[in-house]
């Protein structure tokens, strides 16, 4: 059995944030996800901040984490909110290249010194005497851990409705996450389901742009990261 000093269960926002803070730390971290591919996948809206997540992200920032360095490398629009208000409301928001974004997460988690990212597929939690010491996996083995974060998002039993259908899953052609839920609630977790919302899909060549206000970005560009000097991006037009 395989010995970790830090486990960190799914690589979506949370997980790689948790990941790349513990390893920054001089923590020897592992991060697990079903799929390496789709480490940080954008799923629904392809954007980072807006109206109270800016405002979060921009923390996370400041805490040393990746998001907002990411979403200046892989972000095609960029604009301050709400400046038609006071300032305690602006909030910045970024339009994200979703592929590009996911790239250039991963090519981040790879090169960070201790960090080690594992494809596989956590089912259950090991615990002896009340105390947790590792996890098993899909595929029947089980690997030790000193701390395990836990970040499944909307893959844990997820589920998804389609207009009458339902179907069991974390992401369109993604399964769910199974046995966690129940693990959980065998160790006396009360588990719940939070829903999200998925905005329609349009086709491009389906719409008429000469009917619909233009909705340039910020000139010049803002930076979403504190640490990021300027951006030299053609930003694209949302209307």
């Known amino acids: 059995m395989s010995r970790h000093t830090l486990l960190v269960v799914g690589a979506g926002h949370a997980g790689c944030e948790a990941a790349c803070i513990a390893a920054a730390m001089g923590v020897e971290v592992t991060l697990v996800t079903m799929s390496l591919d789709a480490i940080a996948q954008m799923s629904c809206n392809p954007a ?48 994200e290249d979703k592929a590009l974004y996911r790239e250039m997460v991963r090519a981040r988690l790879t090169s960070t010194p201790g960090l080690t990212l594992l494809q596989a597929q956590v089912t259950g939690f090991l615990v002896r005497d009340g105390r947790l010491y590792g996890a098993r996996l899909k595929d029947g083995s089980e690997i030790e851990c000193g701390t395990m ?58 719409i008429d742009f000469a009917r619909m206000l233009e909705q340039p970005g910020d000139d010049p560009p803002r930076p979403f990261s504190h640490f990021t000097r300027s951006l030299e991006v053609d930003q694209i037009m949302c209307h």
């Open 48 to 95: 980072i901040g807006g109206l109270a997540k800016g405002h979060l992200v921009r923390e996370i920032d400041v805490l040393g984490g990746i998001m907002a360095r990411m979403a200046d490398l892989a972000g095609i629009q960029f604009k301050m909110l709400n400046r038609a208000r006071g300032p305690a409301v602006w909030s910045p928001r970024a339009q």
């Open 149 to 206: 974060i836990v970040t499944p998002g909307t893959f844990l039993n997820g589920l998804m409705h389609v207009g009458d259908r339902t179907l069991a899953g974390g992401r369109v052609g993604e399964s769910a996450s199974r046995g966690l839920s129940e693990c959980l609630a065998e160790l006396g977790f009360r588990v719940l389901r939070l829903k999200t919302g998925t905005p329609p899909r349009i086709h491009r060549d389906s």
